[in-house]
């Protein structure tokens, strides 16, 4: 297979611009407010539809529940006394502040719901005569559920009360059953409070007999110390001076350790410098040289060396006796510095030995000191340890006292207390009236209730009909879920009067002013400038599937480039649904009539005829077509064959465009053509081509390495909210700014 793809060069500043929109388009995957806008304005007829539905739906619900389940609220009012507004201890007790005041409240509403209370509440004959209890068929459980939902008790924040409300459908038992929890719920408070008074009496009178015994106790073991160690004055600030010889021989001690320390560095730097000491040093030498033996040797050598010379001078160098004479002070020379090491060695051991000694007798001495140290520290501690001990037995015997006399007073208070009408802090204000409008249903709440789920409704059904539809419809889901350029797109024919009854294979030549035919026009300079001229001489056009509108693409872009004076040659290779003859009927045939099959593509690549004998003429100026054939039995083996690439080639050399009017990517005929093509054009139909199939034939491409030129979508309609309908009037504005028989005439 020969594979004539040529790669688009990256010094195209447009190609660039048109892949980068693509890559980008796919990275924002997310819709972005005004992709969101936008939705909601194709679909406002719906939405509008919802909220009117909404509306009547409540409107109509509320009047039912007000026919057939009315709902009563009675309330009534339980005063809170402030926690510290009967203090009988203290003359005036000043109030709790806010806050405090209403975190009371808010607890004493929380009981009220308690579900023991609730339990009593049903337990009352005159709850359990009502029609609201006998409705629940003496069933406690749901009777309560009731009343955990209709029964309200509020705490409000900015007076001293609590709001006892109930919600039923008649509004004598709702009065009923707001009174007996009133009652109810204030005798159980008289109750709880006298209870606790006298519990928390009994404990504080239980805390008062501890806290004697723990006095009694602690004194006990402050004395227990004083007599064990002998020692009186263990308090912090009394007079420890007899102890203080323990802390000053601590300190000696120390000192005399830091000093120990610093002779035992000093000694180690004077070893370690002893035995890094060479022999030839300058104090070793000089010790050597006041040795005896050495200076005679060194006299010696003095009067051998005279002698030496003065013969040398007499008898020559080379006499026996001046070589005899050499000989002998070369001998005492090597005497004397052998004498002269040996002395440094002797001194060098000597003064390393003395001065190991030296460390070895302070690190004893040091070693012994440790131990006097240590022995002192232990005193130390201990002495330490029973003042801390002794000041912490004095510190819990203080606060044993001052608690003791805290609790004394609190026992005092609370016999007051005990004594004191106002313990239960709530007292009723009186008796909760019978309701004389109903609470439930509100026409106030219903009607916006209705209207707001209806317009929630409507905005959740439009973006679900725009997530369930796949189909690429816009250029910007063509950018967002295709990774290829998008070189062009061309309006659907009912956007524009001229081309609603017109031929779409031939509405270039036939209609050159219409938006249809400047959208192909479009698409031709978008190709042009994507990429060099070589690179897309042979142009391969093919879908996803069939009806897409491939052969109409391929024949209006013809007609644009042989608008431009280029020579075209178009080749229908679709040897399944051939329709090339259609558009360019062969001379002397009615339009729509079947082709010639003995001059067509299928039998030229079978070498039955040649490649002149298969073209013929369009009709239209600079334009010829080769049509399809008969549908051999091996169309892919062919159109990847051998004679394919010769008639390529011939087309290359004659014609400034070839355009290959191929199948769909159903059949494998497309990839044989797709890889004998300079570049392929993929088409997509926003009513027919969804998202998975064009990303899968892109892939399908991809993977076997085909030039993909790019893609241009036919078939866009006007969205609200779209760009797409403000370029349209934009362009009708133009041209109808010049008049189209003006431009006609001067064409």
Same mark, same amino acid.
Request: glycine share 6%; charged share 25%.
């Given at each position: 297979?020969?594979?004539?793809?040529?790669?688009?060069?990256?010094?195209?500043?447009?190609?660039?611009?048109?892949?980068?929109?693509?890559?980008?388009?796919?990275?924002?995957?997310?819709?972005?407010?005004?992709?969101?806008?936008?939705?909601?304005?194709?679909?406002?007829?719906?939405? *509008?539809?919802?909220?009117?539905?909404?509306?009547?739906?409540? &409107?109509?619900?509320?009047?039912?529940?007000?026919?057939?389940?009315?709902?009563?609220?009675?309330?009534?009012?339980?005063?809170?006394?402030?926690?510290?507004?009967?203090?009988?201890?203290?003359?005036?007790?000043?109030?709790?502040?806010?806050?405090?005041?209403?975190?009371?409240?808010?607890?004493?509403?929380?009981?009220?719901?308690?579900?023991?209370?609730?339990?009593?509440?049903?337990?009352?004959?005159?709850?359990?005569? @009502?029609?609201?209890?006998?409705?629940?068929?003496?069933?406690?459980?749901?009777?309560?559920?009731?009343?955990?939902?209709?029964?309200?008790?509020?705490?409000?924040?900015?007076?001293?009360?609590?709001?006892?409300?109930?919600? *039923?459908?008649?509004?004598?038992?709702?009065?009923?059953?707001?009174?007996?929890?009133?009652?109810?719920?204030?005798?159980?408070?008289?109750?709880?409070?006298? @209870?606790?008074?006298?519990?928390?009496?009994?404990?504080?009178?239980?805390?008062?007999?501890?806290?004697?015994?723990?006095?009694?106790?602690?004194?006990?073991?402050?004395?227990?110390?004083?007599?064990?160690? +002998?020692?009186?004055?263990?308090?912090?600030?009394?007079?420890?001076?007899?102890?203080?010889?323990?802390?000053?021989?601590?300190?000696?001690?120390?000192?005399?350790?830091?000093?120990?320390?610093?002779?035992?560095?000093?000694?180690? &730097?004077?070893?370690?410098?002893?035995?890094?000491?060479?022999?030839?040093?300058? =104090?070793?030498?000089? #010790?050597?040289?006041?040795?005896?033996?050495?200076?005679?040797?060194?006299?010696?050598?003095?009067?051998?060396?005279? /002698?030496?010379?003065?013969?040398?001078? $007499?008898? +020559?160098?080379?006499?026996?006796?001046?070589?005899?004479?050499?000989?002998?002070?070369?001998?005492?020379?090597?005497?004397?510095?052998?004498?002269?090491?040996?002395?440094?060695?002797?001194?060098?051991?000597?003064?390393?030995? @003395?001065?190991?000694?030296?460390?070895?007798?302070?690190?004893?001495?040091?070693?012994?000191?440790?131990?006097?140290?240590?022995?002192?520290?232990?005193?130390?501690?201990?002495?330490?340890?029973?003042?801390?001990?002794?000041?912490?037995?004095?510190?819990?015997?203080?606060?044993?006292?001052?608690?003791?006399?805290?609790?004394?007073?609190?026992?005092?208070?609370? #016999?007051?207390?005990?004594?004191?009408?106002?313990?239960?802090?709530?007292?009723?204000?009186?008796?909760?009236?019978?309701?004389?409008?109903?609470?439930?249903?509100?026409?106030?709440?219903?009607?916006?209730?209705?209207?707001?789920?209806?317009?929630?409704?409507?905005?959740?059904?439009?973006?679900?009909?725009?997530?369930?539809?796949?189909?690429?419809?816009?250029?910007?889901?063509?950018?967002?879920?295709?990774?290829?350029?998008?070189?062009?797109?061309? @309006?659907?024919?009912?956007?524009?009067?001229?081309?609603?009854?017109?031929?779409?294979?031939?509405?270039?030549?036939?209609?050159?002013?219409?938006?249809?035919?400047?959208?192909?026009?479009?698409?031709?300079?978008?190709?042009?400038?994507?990429?060099?001229?070589?690179?897309?001489?042979?142009?391969?056009?093919?879908?996803?599937?069939?009806?897409?509108?491939?052969?109409?693409?391929?024949?209006?872009?013809?007609?644009?480039?042989?608008?431009?004076?280029?020579?075209?040659?178009?080749?229908?290779?679709?040897?399944?649904?051939? *329709?090339?003859?259609?558009?360019?009927?062969?001379?002397?045939?009615?339009?729509?009539?079947?082709?010639?099959?003995? #001059?067509?593509?299928? #039998?030229?690549?079978? +070498?039955?005829?040649?490649?002149? /004998?298969? =073209?013929?003429? $369009?009709?239209?100026?600079?334009?010829?077509?080769?049509?399809?054939?008969?549908?051999?039995?091996?169309?892919?083996?062919?159109?990847?064959?051998?004679?394919?690439?010769?008639?390529?080639?011939?087309?290359?050399?004659?014609?400034?465009?070839?355009?290959?009017?191929?199948?769909?990517?159903?059949?494998?005929?497309?990839?044989?053509?797709?890889?004998?093509?300079?570049?392929?054009?993929?088409?997509?139909?926003?009513?027919?081509?969804?998202? +998975?199939?064009?990303?899968?034939?892109?892939?399908?491409?991809?993977?076997?390495? =085909?030039?993909?030129?790019?893609?241009?979508?036919?078939?866009?309609?006007?969205?609200?909210?779209?760009?797409?309908? /403000?370029?349209?009037?934009?362009?009708?504005?133009?041209?109808?700014?010049?008049?189209?028989?003006?431009?006609?005439?001067?064409?």
């Amino acid at each position: 297979m020969i594979n004539n793809k040529q790669p688009v060069p990256s010094g195209s500043n447009a190609a660039r611009q048109i892949s980068h929109a693509g890559f980008a388009g796919q990275a924002a995957i997310g819709m972005t407010p005004k992709e969101m806008l936008d939705v909601l304005r194709r679909h406002i007829l719906l939405i *509008c539809i919802s909220i009117f539905l909404g509306a009547s739906i409540g &409107t109509a619900l509320w009047a039912v529940l007000l026919r057939v389940a009315p709902k009563y609220t009675a309330k009534t009012y339980i005063e809170v006394l402030s926690p510290g507004q009967f203090d009988p201890s203290v003359i005036g007790t000043p109030l709790a502040n806010k806050d405090v005041a209403y975190e009371f409240r808010y607890s004493k509403a929380d009981l009220i719901k308690q579900q023991s209370m609730l339990q009593e509440l049903i337990r009352r004959d005159a709850v359990r005569d @009502t029609k609201w209890f006998k409705k629940f068929g003496n069933d406690v459980l749901e009777a309560i559920d009731d009343l955990d939902k209709n029964l309200s008790a509020m705490a409000d924040r900015n007076s001293s009360y609590i709001i006892i409300s109930m919600t *039923c459908g008649d509004s004598k038992e709702a009065a009923l059953i707001v009174n007996q929890m009133v009652d109810l719920f204030v005798k159980s408070q008289q109750s709880t409070a006298e @209870t606790d008074v006298s519990a928390k009496l009994g404990d504080l009178t239980q805390q008062e007999n501890d806290l004697r015994g723990k006095l009694q106790s602690l004194n006990s073991s402050l004395a227990d110390i004083r007599r064990s160690t +002998g020692i009186t004055q263990l308090e912090q600030g009394a007079d420890t001076s007899f102890r203080h010889t323990v802390t000053q021989k601590l300190g000696s001690l120390e000192i005399e350790k830091l000093k120990f320390e610093a002779d035992i560095e000093e000694l180690r &730097t004077s070893v370690k410098n002893y035995e890094d000491r060479k022999l030839t040093d300058e =104090i070793v030498q000089r #010790n050597t040289e006041n040795d005896q033996v050495v200076m005679g040797l060194i006299q010696r050598i003095t009067s051998l060396e005279s /002698e030496l010379a003065r013969k040398m001078t $007499t008898l +020559g160098e080379n006499h026996r006796e001046v070589l005899q004479l050499r000989e002998l002070l070369r001998q005492t020379k090597a005497e004397k510095d052998a004498r002269s090491s040996a002395k440094a060695q002797q001194l060098h051991d000597s003064d390393v030995t @003395t001065a190991k000694d030296q460390y070895a007798v302070i690190t004893n001495r040091l070693a012994k000191l440790e131990e006097l140290r240590a022995q002192t520290e232990n005193e130390q501690r201990e002495l330490d340890n029973t003042r801390a001990a002794y000041d912490q037995l004095v510190s819990d015997r203080e606060e044993a006292k001052s608690k003791l006399f805290a609790t004394q007073e609190q026992i005092s208070k609370y #016999n007051l207390i005990k004594q004191d009408t106002g313990t239960a802090k709530v007292k009723p204000v009186g008796f909760a009236p019978e309701p004389l409008k109903v609470s439930s249903p509100l026409l106030i709440i219903y009607a916006p209730a209705g209207t707001l789920l209806g317009f929630l409704f409507g905005i959740g059904l439009a973006f679900l009909i725009e997530f369930l539809n796949e189909l690429l419809r816009t250029p910007k889901d063509v950018m967002k879920y295709v990774n290829i350029p998008l070189l062009g797109m061309v @309006t659907h024919k009912d956007i524009d009067p001229n081309t609603e009854e017109a031929d779409m294979w031939t509405v270039v030549r036939l209609l050159p002013f219409s938006m249809m035919s400047e959208c192909y026009r479009q698409f031709r300079t978008n190709l042009k400038v994507s990429a060099n001229a070589e690179s897309q001489r042979v142009i391969f056009v093919t879908s996803g599937n069939a009806e897409e509108g491939r052969t109409t693409v391929a024949a209006n872009i013809a007609a644009t480039f042989t608008a431009e004076g280029g020579r075209v040659l178009l080749i229908d290779a679709n040897f399944r649904r051939p *329709c090339l003859y259609k558009i360019f009927p062969i001379v002397g045939e009615h339009n729509g009539s079947t082709p010639k099959t003995e #001059n067509g593509l299928s #039998n030229y690549l079978v +070498g039955r005829c040649n490649i002149e /004998e298969i =073209i013929r003429p $369009t009709g239209v100026a600079d334009a010829d077509v080769i049509d399809s054939g008969a549908l051999p039995k091996n169309p892919a083996e062919l159109l990847g064959g051998r004679r394919m690439h010769e008639l390529i080639e011939f087309a290359r050399q004659h014609y400034d465009r070839v355009i290959i009017d191929g199948p769909p990517m159903l059949v494998s005929d497309a990839k044989m053509l797709a890889s004998q093509a300079d570049g392929t054009v993929l088409v997509f139909n926003t009513a027919i081509t969804k998202r +998975g199939t064009a990303q899968r034939i892109v892939r399908e491409l991809k993977e076997v390495n =085909i030039n993909v030129l790019g893609a241009i979508l036919i078939g866009v309609r006007v969205l609200k909210g779209g760009y797409f309908g /403000e370029m349209l009037e934009s362009y009708r504005d133009y041209r109808n700014a010049h008049g189209e028989k003006q431009l006609a005439e001067q064409i």
